[in-house]
Every structure is written in C-alpha cells, then in structure tokens.
Nanobody, 117 residues
Framework: QVQLVESGGGLVQPGGSLRLSCAAS????????MRWYRQAPGKVRELVAA???????NYADSVKGRFTISRDNVKSTVYLQMSNLKPEDTAVYFC???????????WGQGTQVTVSS
C-alpha cells in the first residue's frame, strides 16, 4: 500500500520555524522526485519545493532563502525546514512523490500550517 504521511504542521508565530516531515512507504522512494505543495483557502495549489532523485532542488520564489527541502533515502522521508515564517505561508502543505520517467504521482493527505500572532 502506497502511503505518504505528513507530520509537523501546527500553529506558529510569524518569524518562527517549523519542520515538516513526510514518511513514504509502498514504493521505491529513492527513484522518485519528492515535492512539497501548499494550498491556502481560495488559492491555487502551488509548488513550494522540489528535490529530484538526483539531488537537484527547486523552490518557489516566495520561499527561497527561508525553506529547505531534504530527503533521507534510508528512512524514506522527505523534510521541509521552514524558517522566518510569514502569515502568507499559512496553508495546507502536501507531500508529493513523482516518478520522473512517466510522471506518475502519489499525494499525501496534507498537514495544516498556520502562521499567526
């Protein structure tokens, strides 16, 4: 059974930090690009960060310098370290796995991040 399970979301004050985790199972993790998306109410889902199977990264302009994506292929887990959080970062964050060869994807259920004072 394929699973992507996010954790680490919650309520944090502006300027704070949070680390999201996504534990993967049921597929060959190391062969997939891993990505984080987010979606705020009334807004389109956007790609936040991506990490290819070869190790290259890509970030949305809005989070560059503040967010870092990383992966542990032994633990089959991808992380999103978020620093200097802003209210506009408030969203449901989704973990996504992408098989690069055929573009097949899996999605996690999402975890809520709320940045508010």
């Amino acid at each position: 059974q394929v699973q992507l399970v996010e954790s680490g979301g919650g309520l944090v004050q502006p300027g704070g930090s949070l680390r999201l985790s996504c534990a993967a199972s049921g597929f060959t993790f190391s062969r997939y690009a891993m990505r984080w998306y987010r979606q705020a109410p009334g807004k389109v889902r956007e790609l936040v960060a991506a990490l290819s199977s070869a190790g290259s990264t890509n970030y949305a302009d809005s989070v560059k310098g503040r967010f870092t994506i990383s992966r542990d292929n032994v633990k089959s887990t991808v992380y999103l370290q978020m620093s200097n959080l802003k209210p506009e970062d408030t969203a449901v964050y989704f973990c996504n796995a992408l098989r690069e060869e055929n573009r097949y994807t899996y999605w996690g259920q999402g975890t809520q991040v709320t940045v508010s004072s």
